[in-house]
T-cell receptor, first 112, second 116 residues
Framework: QQPVQSPQAVILREGEDAVINCSSSKALYSVHWYRQKHGEAPVFLMILLKGGEQKGHEKISASFNEKKQQSSLYLTASQLSYSGTYFCGTPDRGSTLGRLYFGRGTQLTVWP | DAGVIQSPRHEVTEMGQEVTLRCKPISGHDYLFWYRQTMMRGLELLIYFNNNVPIDDSGMPEDRFSAKMPNASFSTLKIQPSEPRDSAVYFC??????????????FGDGTRLSIL
């Protein structure tokens, strides 16, 4: 039930945009996004709960297409501080259990 | 508010020794998760608890691994005996209950474990 993330890695110049995708073979109920900087713990960014819903965090936004069973994370005008590994996590559909299935992550590097 | 607290931050020990990792979840959170992170396998869920009760330990790699949660504010992950392939970063995370996974997980700073 692990979601699949793409691409595996992205290299950007400061100010450029990037898109990270997360897809599942199973129906999605919600999607979580986390960012982990090198040597640190994953940090929660946002949850998307409804199909088509878009959320934002700084200049980072995300969409969730329940029909396509996928979510995309949009990083606009990237800053150096955006560097890190981005993970999506998905729960069991309709479950009250708290576990998430995390993707393998997308490593984002932003250069000045 | 205090976040999830893990100890120790770093542990270096010799193969065969017992290792105990500790975690204090955020007060009021009723889910606690133990993860292991390596370059090869990514972020793996080892076991998780709900209201101090283990719900799913299918991710625990071997009988050498055990976890307990004696009360709502403390959990341990033990490895006995430890092996070099257990070297990894171990994270503890906690969250509130929620329908359909609508509650975020809050991660501790992790324990970087090295088995020589």
């Amino acid at each position: 039930q692990q979601p699949v993330q793409s691409p595996q890695a992205v290299i950007l110049r400061e100010g450029e945009d990037a898109v990270i995708n997360c897809s599942s073979s199973k129906a999605l109920y919600s999607v979580h996004w986390y960012r982990q900087k090198h040597g640190e713990a994953p940090v929660f960014l946002m949850i998307l709960l409804k199909g088509g819903e878009q959320k934002g965090h700084e200049k980072i936004s995300a969409s969730f297409n329940e029909k396509k069973q996928q979510s995309s994370l949009y990083l606009t005008a990237s800053q150096l501080s955006y560097s890190g590994t981005y993970f999506c996590g998905t729960p069991d559909r309709g479950s009250t259990l708290g576990r998430l299935y995390f993707g393998r992550g997308t490593q984002l590097t932003v250069w000045p | 508010d205090a976040g999830v607290i893990q100890s120790p931050r770093h542990e270096v020990t010799e193969m065969g020794q017992e290792v105990t990792l500790r975690c204090k979840p955020i007060s009021g959170h009723d889910y606690l998760f133990w993860y292991r992170q390596t370059m090869m396998r990514g972020l793996e869920l080892l076991i998780y608890f709900n209201n101090n009760v283990p719900i799913d330990d299918s991710g625990m790699p071997e009988d050498r691994f055990s976890a307990k949660m004696p009360n709502a504010s403390f959990s341990t992950l033990k490895i006995q005996p430890s092996e070099p392939r257990d070297s990894a970063v171990y994270f503890c995370a906690s969250s509130l209950s929620g329908q359909g996974g609508n509650q975020p997980q809050h991660f501790g700073d992790g324990t970087r474990l090295s088995i020589l």
